[in-house]
């Protein structure tokens, strides 16, 4: 079975460009994640998707960062205006469902690294 | 958000049992305990996920006492490809649904 694909793999940009990462979740996979990594730190949830619905975006910081996932597949995340301190790397996740009675085994992609300069 | 606290850093050498404990004070009754592995430049991958007791896969086991406020993730006979960051995963639960919490992980490196 095919993973979750990710693109581009890097991107270098300025600081107050934008960006845009796209992910390809696992077919079927009805909830799809998008965590931020910075170096040394585990992965942050910045939103999270059950098909084409916002579950939870409390860490995304909408002022600069927005994400949407039309027809509840594919799934693109935008960064404007990029800051120095989005510098990361950029994972995309999926799971089957995201029922709290049993949470599924989550999917990753390989990630984007963003370098902000 | 439900916080993990994991040791930053291991040491083992190849053929050692390695024990990782996570402690997670403020679990949730209906929360799941879910361990991952990452090695550089990949995105996470599971190991192991338990609810109470004892779980058992072909990898690792993980223990879990009682009071649920940590966890044991337990890797027999390490070899040098286990070489990598662990991290102790539990979650909120909001809508219905399930939103997982990431600590920031044990780095463990194992020595020939």
């Known amino acids: 079975e095919a993973g979750v694909a990710q693109s581009p793999r890097y991107k270098i940009i300025e600081k107050r460009q934008s960006v845009a990462f796209w992910c390809n979740p696992i077919s079927g996979h009805a909830t799809l994640y998008w965590y931020q990594q910075i170096l040394g730190q585990g992965p942050k949830l910045l939103i999270q998707?059950?098909?084409?619905?916002?579950?939870?975006d409390s860490q995304l910081p909408k002022d600069r960062f927005s994400a949407e996932r039309l027809k509840g597949v594919d799934s693109t995340l935008k960064i404007q205006p990029a800051k120095l301190e989005d510098s990361a790397v950029y994972l995309c996740?999926?799971?089957?469902?995201?029922?709290?009675?049993?949470?599924?085994?989550?999917?990753f992609g390989p990630g984007t690294r963003l370098t902000v300069t | 958000l439900a916080k993990t606290t994991q040791p930053i850093s291991m040491d083992s050498y190849e053929g050692q049992e390695v024990n990782i404990t996570c402690s997670h004070n403020?679990?949730?009754?209906?929360?799941?305990i879910t361990w991952y592995q990452q090695f550089p430049s990949q995105g996470p991958r599971f190991i192991i996920q338990g609810y109470k007791t004892k779980v058992t896969n072909e990898v690792a086991s993980l223990f879990i006492p009682a009071d649920r406020k940590s966890s044991t993730l337990s890797l027999p006979r390490v070899s040098l490809s286990d070489t990598a960051v662990y991290y102790c995963?539990?979650?909120?639960?909001?809508?219905?649904?399930?939103?997982?919490?990431f600590g920031r992980g044990t780095s463990l490196i194992v020595h020939p």
């Open positions: 998707f059950q098909n084409n619905g916002v579950v939870d």
């Open positions: 996740a999926s799971s089957l469902s995201s029922n709290y009675a049993a949470p599924y085994e989550q999917y």
């Open positions: 403020n679990i949730a009754t209906n929360d799941y």
């Open positions: 995963l539990v979650g909120e639960p909001s809508g219905g649904s399930y939103i997982p919490t």
